[in-house]
């Protein structure tokens, strides 16, 4: 997600997108989980360990800044991004049509459907055949849950993309996901940072 470069750039405000249920539900605010559960901490975000579940660290080259978490689950594969957002508006509704538009970029189509968690985008992107081989797509899912002054992205892919069963449980894993915005002042859009899970709270086994 690019910085704004332009002053008529700078988007109006939109509307929260989010379940009603979100505070009770999840996905959670700090201020909303509950304090005795084993979270896996990753710094932005806590992860819930349970059976079969294995997470993985998105490593930026360059500067080895930690720029994503991947769930491994259910045959599928989830990857989340924290942001910071706005206390009263919205990112989602905007980040929707520029996903839509990145991906049309690459030759590949989105569909935006209600979902789980509200608008969703169904994108069929382009991935690179080897020499001599046709090349396919990808079906992937992007999911967006705006927070408290916190926006969550998510990425599905693999069975949960198509399949209702694997699908619900890709989505009772975002829904247990806790956000953590903390109280540094941060840019809208800038990326909640995040780090390797600390020892006290152990990893979960793949």
């Given at each position: 997600m690019s910085e704004i470069d332009n002053i008529d750039d700078i988007p109006v405000d939109q509307p929260k997108s989010a379940p009603e249920d979100r505070a009770e539900a999840g996905p959670f605010d700090e201020s909303e989980a509950n304090p005795v559960r084993p979270y896996v901490d990753l710094g932005g975000v806590k992860v819930l360990p349970r059976d079969g579940l294995h997470v993985r660290l998105e490593v930026e080259e360059g500067t080895k800044r930690v720029?994503?978490?991947?769930?491994?689950?259910?045959?599928?594969t989830l990857q989340v991004q924290?942001?910071?957002?706005?206390?009263?508006?919205?990112?989602?509704h905007e980040i929707r049509a520029?996903?839509?538009?990145?991906?049309?970029r690459q030759g590949?189509?989105?569909?935006?459907?209600d979902g789980a968690f509200g608008p969703e985008v169904l994108?069929?992107?382009?991935?690179?055949?080897?020499?001599?081989?046709?090349?396919?797509q990808r079906l992937a899912r992007f999911i967006g849950v705006d927070g408290p002054r916190w926006f969550l992205r998510g990425v599905i892919a693999g069975e949960?993309?198509?399949?209702?069963?694997?699908?619900?449980?890709?989505?009772d894993l975002f829904r247990s996901i806790v956000?953590?915005?903390?109280?540094?002042?941060?840019?809208p859009r800038d990326l909640i940072p995040l780090r390797m899970p600390t020892a006290a709270t152990g990893t979960p086994t793949a």
């Open positions: 720029v994503a978490i991947g769930l491994d689950y259910a045959n599928s924290p942001f910071a957002a706005p206390r009263t508006s919205g990112l989602w520029q996903i839509a538009d990145q991906i049309a590949g189509t989105t569909t935006v459907r994108a069929q992107i382009p991935v690179a055949a080897a020499e001599g081989q046709a090349g396919h949960a993309a198509v399949d209702p069963a694997a699908a619900a449980k890709i989505e956000v953590v915005r903390g109280t540094t002042p941060m840019p």
